[in-house]
T-cell receptor, first 114, second 111 residues
């Protein structure tokens, strides 16, 4: 069965520090992978997606993610975190066949210290 | 662009009451979805509508019904609300792809 694991429930970083949020997936075929961000009281905004091609994908707000098939991972990175990045981040894998389905991880809540 | 619009944004119900959550999209998308979000569990799919006129169960459909009123609108109904249905509900839509666009959510509390 398809699943997504985000091992870190909460992460705290200092402003200006680098960030890596982990995501591991379980999916039998070539995965379609997504990172979404949710600011407090808001809906989900797409940060970036991987469908095929270059395994390093660039997203909005200075985020990037790298797809590593051998590790079943799709970790999200940012070289220098801003206070406005404090939010909850969700990794998702997309499954086709029948209907277009997204399976979400439990999320990682990011706090940023000044 | 409005995108995906959900109403209401907040609601408090008593156990046993009924309620309909509304969702409308203006992107001419074929597919629409209802999720619930609970702490530590991410988003779980309640129901989806792959196209106008069709609806199907997702991962957690018990206690809910849906109606795809037309291509734009997809409503979620709680016939007899229970405290376990206290959650944040998100509607999403997509074209033929997996790229889903989300509304801002409805925060529902059931006492």
């Amino acid at each position: 069965a398809q699943s997504v694991t985000q091992p870190d429930i909460h992460i705290t970083v200092s402003e200006g520090a680098s960030l890596e949020l982990r995501c591991n997936y379980s999916y039998g075929a070539t995965p379609y992978l997504f990172w979404y961000v949710q600011s407090p009281g808001q809906g989900l905004q797409l940060l970036l997606k991987y469908f095929s091609g270059d395994t390093l994908v660039q997203g909005i707000k200075g985020f990037e993610a790298e797809f590593k098939r051998s590790q079943s991972s799709f970790n999200l990175r940012k070289p220098s975190v801003h206070w406005s990045d404090a939010a909850e981040y969700f990794c998702a894998v997309g499954a086709t066949g029948g209907y277009n389905k997204l399976i979400f991880g439990a999320g990682t809540r990011l706090a940023v210290h000044p | 662009n409005a995108g995906v619009t959900q109403t209401p944004k907040f609601q408090v119900l008593k156990t046993g009451q009924s309620m309909t959550l509304q969702c409308a999209q203006d992107m001419n998308h074929n597919s629409m979805y209802w999720y619930r979000q609970d702490p530590g569990m991410g988003l779980r799919l309640i129901y989806y509508s792959a196209s106008e006129g069709t609806t199907d169960k997702g991962e957690v459909p018990n206690g809910y019904n849906v109606s795809r009123l037309n291509k734009r609108e997809f409503s979620l109904r709680l016939e007899s609300a229970a405290p376990s249905q206290t959650s944040v509900y998100f509607c999403a839509s997509s074209a033929q792809t997996l790229l889903q666009h989300f509304g801002d959510g409805t925060r529902l509390s059931i006492l």
